[in-house]
């Protein structure tokens, strides 16, 4: 039983395009995040959302979007992909107020 | 702005010794501490926590211990096995909000 899944595994795409990222958990948590890991190996929060309310939302282009169509689902969506985008994305979830983030397998998007 | 680092990259330690994974924070505000184990390919999998009220918690062979003064944690590992070859993230937190992360350390344990 996976707790948190994340689709696609791998991502290789052009760049300009357009391309989303699913993730649910099954953990019946409140709170969903995104987080990029970029080739420095560094783990930084991109969005939160909490009951498909966004709760966080860091210094992100707008060309990122998230979309929470309810609690146990967060997906995010990438417009005019760049070179620069190119990084593994987690999602993670926890219950509210609870530090414990639980991470999905990552999505390992190669823009070219 | 770092507010989370790991200063040493990788760590090599033989089998059934201890390892020693260090951590380092700037903001006094965190009140709440995560140690994740990653391995290649896969998501980061929660490790063992600690509350800033706290200055221990043990878990098994895993053992973390809070040093507010010093802004310092650091997670001890005994005995160490081949398995525990992994990278290992601290990360923080304040008001169960964003987790803020360490670069990292990758720990190879030799047999």
């Known amino acids: 039983d996976t707790a948190v899944s994340q689709t696609p595994k791998y991502l290789v795409t052009q760049m300009g395009n357009d391309k989303s990222i699913k993730c649910e958990q099954n953990?019946?948590?409140?709170?969903m995040y995104w987080y990029k890991q970029d080739s420095k190996k560094f783990l930084k929060i991109m969005f939160s959302?909490?009951?498909?309310?966004?709760?966080i939302n860091e210094t992100v282009p707008n060309r990122f979007s998230p979309k929470s169509p309810d609690k146990a689902h967060l997906n995010l969506h990438i417009n005019s992909l760049e070179l620069g985008d190119s990084a593994v994305y987690f999602c993670?979830?926890?219950?509210?107020?609870?530090?414990?983030?639980?991470f999905g397998p990552g999505t390992r998007l190669l823009v070219l | 702005d770092q507010q989370v680092k790991q200063n040493s990259p990788s760590l090599s330690v033989q089998e059934g010794r201890i390892s020693i994974l260090n951590c380092d924070y700037t903001?006094?505000?965190?009140?709440?501490f995560l140690w994740y184990k990653k391995y290649p390919a896969e998501g980061p999998t929660f490790l063992i926590s600690?509350?800033?009220?706290?200055d221990k918690n043990e878990d098994g062979r895993f053992t973390v211990f809070l040093n507010k003064s010093a802004k310092h944690l650091s997670l001890h590992i005994v005995p160490s096995q081949p398995g525990d070859s992994a990278v290992y993230f601290c990360?923080?937190?304040?008001?169960?909000?964003?987790?803020?992360f360490g670069q990292g350390t990758e720990l190879s344990v030799k047999p």
């Open positions: 990360a923080a937190s304040w008001q169960g909000g964003k987790l803020i």
């Open positions: 993670a979830s926890s219950q509210v107020h609870e530090e414990t983030q639980y």
């Open positions: 600690i509350s800033s009220i706290k």
């Open positions: 959302y909490n009951n498909k309310e966004l709760i």
């Open positions: 903001n006094s505000m965190f009140d709440y």
């Open positions: 953990l019946g948590h409140d709170t």
